[in-house]
């Protein structure tokens, strides 16, 4: 699906700091190593998000840290994004899973926690957005071409992994969904 756009700016509610919605105080903020097992718990409790190992979720909470977030209402994770800018073209942040409590579903969490890290200061330079989606993963489809109409800009969809050429069968094809170009200004 493909839309005519040209460079997008970000609302100024992209931050990392506490936002309401429907009557509750989300705060986002940076994981740290201690949070990998309840973000290894709320991984399994969203399907059909594919489960990481435990060790995966900790580097993500150290190593990764800073492309990565985490939402919490009342101390507990209901929120989780994770990405990292790729090696070969910084210039894209991509979208590695994004997961959100069933508790926490309807308040757009997944696209304000995917604002407010393109919003940091390390993703300065970030132009575009990318992720991989099954075909039948229509919560996913929705938020990023939700995404992709709230900035204005374009969304291309393309085969990234092919069930059988890179699967080998065992896992449906993942088409890759690039939104871009993107104009972010980070806040600190």
Known sequence: MNSQA???VLPPRASARSERGKGQDIHFRMPVATDGPAISGLIAACPPLDHNSAYCN???CTDFADSCILAELDGKPVGWVSGYRLPAAAETFFVWQVAVAPAARGQHLGGRMIEALLARAGQAGVTHLATTITEENAASWALFEGLARRWGALLEKTIRFDQEAHFAGAHVTEWQAR???LAITPRG
């Open 6 to 8: 040209t460079a997008a």
């Open 58 to 60: 900790l580097l993500q």
């Open 179 to 181: 939104i871009g170009p």
